[in-house]
């Protein structure tokens, strides 16, 4: 069996705080995504969960980006949020009218719930049913932050469908481990306070030795850390790479 492929990144590149710590003090903001793509080869687009980017962003993007390197853009809050997964051949039409020209950029596409959304079956069903007979070119990652989302009736309709259940770590949102698809997805939140704490080297290297795993059971893994505060985010990405013997 061939080894699955390793993706780490962080979710999202533009923020001001990492001036002066990760990206050089006169770097100009025009020049970041090109310093983040030196040293990642996979970054979360948080920003399309609230506002999709234009065709003229798309196609900046598309020409500095180097082969190989991969986007896991996250789905509008229309179709998380809103409509809370009902109507997807509607709510997911501007977002691909937008996305299906970057597609040989596109990892897992990352759909996010709010913590009140509990699963229903037919609703999830539904919903994983137009994924796979209308974008079936595409792969999907679901957080869920729910409980009754890791039920086996819930983890059956994934395997099923072949949606990644991703590998949600924090101290606000509820952990469950469980393999659906052939995408491993883990998004990493910080251990203590949300977005503004840094794993351990002991945290880290537990990781480690579960993405080997995987990897060499065949599974992509995709890992991305949202502790973007105090570029913990950055710190954190560089130790997992070095224990996984990935160059930064």
């Given amino acids: 069996m061939d080894q699955g492929e390793l993706y780490i990144g962080t979710s999202g590149w533009s923020y001001k705080h990492w001036k002066g710590t990760f990206y050089p003090e006169k770097l100009p903001a025009s020049k970041q995504l ?24 798309i196609e900046n993007w598309m020409s500095r980006f180097p082969e190989g390197f991969k986007v896991c853009a996250k789905a509008n809050r229309f179709t998380s949020h809103l409509k809370k997964l009902h109507d997807p051949e509607i709510t997911f039409e501007r977002f691909f009218s937008v996305f299906d020209s970057m597609i040989a950029f596109m990892g897992p596409i990352l759909v996010q719930l709010p913590a009140n959304l509990a699963f229903h079956e037919e609703v999830a069903e539904n919903f994983y049913k137009v994924l796979s007979r209308t974008y079936s070119a595409y792969r ?74 995987w990897r060499q059971s065949g599974h992509d893994v995709w890992v991305f850390f949202n502790n973007d505060v105090h570029t913990y985010a950055i710190d954190n990405a560089n130790t997992l790479r070095k224990m996984l013997g990935v160059g930064t």
């Fill in 140 to 213: 999907f990652a679901i957080e869920v932050r729910h409980p009754t989302w890791f039920t086996p009736q819930s983890i059956g309709l994934m395997k099923q469908y072949g949606v990644t259940l991703v590998i949600a770590q924090s101290s606000q949102f509820p952990y469950h481990e469980e393999i659906t698809a052939r995408d491993v997805y883990l998004r990493l939140h910080g251990p203590g306070k949300l977005y503004d704490s840094s794993y351990s080297s002991k945290e880290l290297a537990d990781f480690a030795a579960r993405i080997r795993e």
């Fill in 34 to 57: 090109d310093f983040y793509l030196r040293h990642y080869n996979a970054v979360e687009l948080n920003g399309s969960f609230y506002r999709l980017p234009s065709a003229e962003t």
